[in-house]
């Protein structure tokens, strides 16, 4: 089965940039998701289909693929931006999706 | 306001059965995709299922079929995640989430609105 590497934690400061990475094999020829959860909520969608943006998400938070590695960017990194962001894939030959293991990023 | 509300924690026996559910409002329930997740501290995220409401088509993760089952009830706008027989490893978080479907011509295949979670506890 397919899977997703993700760092455990990124540290970055108030107003900082975050880069968060997805790793998997040509993840660059797959739609790829983001997803953010809070302590005790449900996640929220932040990223869809490598880069698109939901209603409602700043657009402080883009994304990007290619060959082997997705990656999220948060730019101007506030303080509610702290959470567990997870990536996945849909694989459209099982109808299965993917969740990478999260990454937790700190606010310092 | 589209919403997926779920049924409250629970706490069981193994070998005990088990249905928990998830009811969709503000939107079409019938034809649009609804997934099952489970979250646990040492697995992360495990995709389990989905089901399409409107004439019950059913996939499941290799990992959970044969364990658990999934149906929906157009009448209650509801799907439900059901064992018959539970297990300790079963203790877990639980979310339904939608899959986005068809938008301007498009079919997305992310998750998204989610239930907020169903603890059980075995």
């Known amino acids: 089965s397919y899977v997703l590497t993700q760092p455990p934690s990124v540290s970055v400061a108030p107003g900082e940039t975050a880069r968060i990475t997805c790793g998997g094999d040509?993840?660059?020829?797959?739609?790829v998701n983001w997803y953010q959860q809070k302590p005790g909520q449900a996640p929220v969608v932040v990223v869809h289909d490598d880069g698109d943006r939901p209603s409602g998400i700043p657009e402080r938070f883009s994304g990007s693929n290619s060959r082997n590695t997705a990656t999220l960017t948060v730019s101007g990194v506030e303080a509610g931006d702290e959470a567990d962001y997870y990536c996945q894939i849909w694989d459209g030959s099982s109808d299965q999706y993917v969740f990478g293991p999260g990454t937790q990023v700190i606010v310092l | 306001e589209v919403k997926l509300v779920q049924s409250g924690a629970e706490v069981k026996e193994p070998g005990d059965s088990l249905k928990i559910s998830c009811k969709g409002t503000?939107?079409?329930?019938?034809?649009?995709?609804i997934g099952w997740v489970r979250q646990t501290p040492g697995k992360g995220f495990e995709w389990i299922g989905i089901i399409f409401p409107g004439h019950s088509e059913t996939r499941y993760s290799p990992s959970f079929k044969g364990h658990v089952t999934i149906t929906a009830d157009r009448s209650f706008s509801t799907t439900y995640l059901h064992w018959t027989s539970l297990q300790a490893s079963d203790s877990a978080l639980y979310f339904c989430?939608?899959?986005?479907?068809?938008?301007?011509?498009?079919?997305?295949?992310?998750?998204?609105?989610w239930g907020q979670g169903t603890a059980v506890t075995v």
């Open positions: 040509n993840i660059g020829n797959k739609n």
């Open positions: 989430a939608r899959r986005r479907g068809l938008d301007t011509g498009t079919f997305y295949f992310y998750l998204d609105v």
């Open positions: 503000g939107y079409d329930f019938s034809n649009n995709w």
